[in-house]
């Protein structure tokens, strides 16, 4: 039986699907992460290993049937992070064919499946990608939380510090986030806060849950919580609007998928995004992805083969999610 793999490999876990060429879905696996920021190339590829095999597993077949892998890996951000994503695709020796993507574009694929359109992500991080009507894909943003990601859960974590520490120098307005912070790290004053920051130091999963209480103070109707928020939604729809300008979508009325826990802060973040966007694309759709991205690297694995995500292959993958055939998640 000849089976193509799908890989998310990103900072905190990995996530490995298995499948057949008409599309159905055998099984999932989780693993650790698979940055090779973080561990290296030979562990992020003995991560991707393992858990590729592990799915494998629950199907009863062996990784010598697995034909094609495709790899959506985080922080794959410039020339010198492709030529090592291509080392951990030669150090996983797995199937003939691997391919290595960023994982904004296993992001686009779960979305679009292939076709024309435009995803951003506000998650950790953030970024835009978007397809053209002649299949060539691009990206904005992503460039990492020391760089960029504005709009992410991190940056929204991070304003929410400085507003804290800015009311209390009287350089800004008093906000209930200082209140949520002395609370959740269990502080004596929000001073402390920056000892937190610096001296622990607070890891990137850690600036970015204080999201969370930012999103907690915009409930409570807390001003500087809601415009953090909507300066994060504008700076989204500024990567949405490069995207559809590139790709010359701006007059087409694109398709846009939301994906990240970001948007479930809800209109205090999508109402100045939309208004923000609508003044470069007027007319636009906002829609939920299809699938989570480790589909969407299990779409483009079928792709190498010439399958093309339509009629039986796209009903049987949407019924192998449905049924949850694939595992457990």
Known sequence: MTL???????????????????????????????????????????????????????????????????????????????????????????????????????????????????????????????????????????????????????????????????????????????????????????????HEAYNKPMTVEEISSISKLAAQATAKGDKVAREIFAYEGRALAGLVSSIARRLDMAASKPEIYCTGGVFKAGPVLLGPFKKELRKTVPHFILRRPRFEPVIGAFILALKEHGMSMRGQILENLELSCARRTVGTR
Do not use: Q
């Open 4 to 194: 193509v793999s799908g890989v998310d490999g990103g900072a905190t876990k990995t996530v490995a699907v298995v499948g057949k060429l008409d599309g159905t879905l055998l099984a999932f696996a989780h693993g650790p992460s698979s940055n090779y920021h973080n561990i290296g190339t030979k562990n992020a590829a003995k991560s991707i290993r393992t858990t590729v095999s592990s799915a494998c597993g629950r199907t009863g077949a062996s990784v010598s049937d697995v034909e094609t892998v495709v790899m959506g890996l985080a922080a794959m951000d410039s020339p010198r992070d492709f030529e090592a994503g291509r080392r951990v695709a030669d150090f996983v020796r797995l199937g003939r064919r691997r391919l290595v993507v960023h994982d904004s574009v296993i992001a686009l694929y779960a979305a679009t499946l292939g076709r024309p359109g435009i995803v951003v992500n506000a998650g950790t991080g953030s970024f835009a990608a978007g397809i053209g009507a002649d299949g060539r894909t691009i990206r904005a943003g992503g460039w990492g939380n020391i760089i960029d990601d504005e709009g992410s859960a991190y940056h929204i974590g991070k304003l929410a510090m400085r507003a804290s520490l800015r009311a209390l120098d009287g350089t800004g307005r008093k906000t209930t986030i200082a209140k949520l912070l002395v609370r959740k790290f269990r502080l004596r004053t929000v001073e402390n806060i920056v």
